[in-house]
């Protein structure tokens, strides 16, 4: 199975700061790489899908990069509902993988 | 409103069996891939498994093969998962969800979920 390693596991962060998390595959996955973002008792919701595609309705203060292995999630500028956990996922192959995750919190 | 209910959890008890079911509303779930995503307490997402529009294509995470199968009623607009041999790190909730379209892109609707607890 192809694993999926997210760093940092948490950071804090003031609303208007510039926060980029990583996302690193055991392999390469080509651009099939998702991003999510879950508050506490809700469902994930897609961010972007295959590296750097945008999911309908979200913010463009978000953003993807990356290829092969190695990704990125960027937010350009914190906002207050952006707390929250966000997961990478891999869809290049079956099993799909999640990354362990990244709290965003509060500085 | 594109819509995914989820029933079917509850309370276990370890070696037991539980169907959870997914009923879609406000799309087609014909023209859909779909998915089961599940989340222990406190823990990080897991992907369960999936299934192709006619059902005919599955796949499953390691840890529930041969356990767990997933299974679809398109003329119901319904999605399924039966669990047998439940264990207590079968604790979740359960997710289910919507493959985008275009292939390999993630999941853009998801269910609020049901709480699987296996427990003695």
């Known amino acids: 199975d192809i694993q999926m390693t997210q760093s940092p596991s948490s950071l804090s962060a003031s609303v208007g700061d510039r926060v980029t998390i990583t996302c690193r595959a055991s392999?390469?996955?080509?651009?099939?790489l998702n991003w999510y973002q879950q508050k506490p008792g809700k469902a994930p919701c897609l961010l972007i899908y295959?590296?750097?595609n945008l999911q309908s309705g979200v913010p463009s203060r978000f953003s993807g990069s990356g290829s092969g292995t190695d990704f990125t999630l960027t937010i350009s500028s914190l906002q207050p509902e952006d707390f929250a956990t966000y997961y990478c996922?891999?869809?290049?192959?079956?099993?799909?993988?999640f990354g362990q995750g990244t709290k965003v919190e509060f500085k | 409103e594109v819509q995914l209910v989820e029933s079917g959890g509850g309370l276990v008890q370890p070696g037991g069996s539980l169907r959870l079911s997914c009923v879609a509303s406000e799309f087609t779930l014909s023209n859909y891939w779909m998915s089961w995503v599940r989340q222990a307490p406190g823990k990080g997402l897991e992907w369960v498994a999936n299934i192709n529009l006619g059902g005919g294509e599955k796949y499953y995470v390691d840890s529930v093969k041969g356990r767990f199968t997933i299974s679809r009623d398109n003329a119901k607009n319904s999605l399924y998962l039966q669990m047998n041999s439940l264990r207590a790190e079968d604790t979740a909730v359960y997710y289910c969800?919507?493959?985008?379209?275009?292939?390999?892109?993630?999941?853009?609707?998801w269910g609020q979920g049901t709480l699987v607890t296996v427990s003695s």
């Open positions: 996922q891999q869809s290049y192959t079956s099993p799909q993988t």
């Open positions: 969800a919507r493959d985008k379209p275009k292939p390999r892109a993630g999941c853009d609707y």
């Open positions: 392999q390469s996955i080509n651009s099939y």
């Open positions: 295959t590296t750097s």
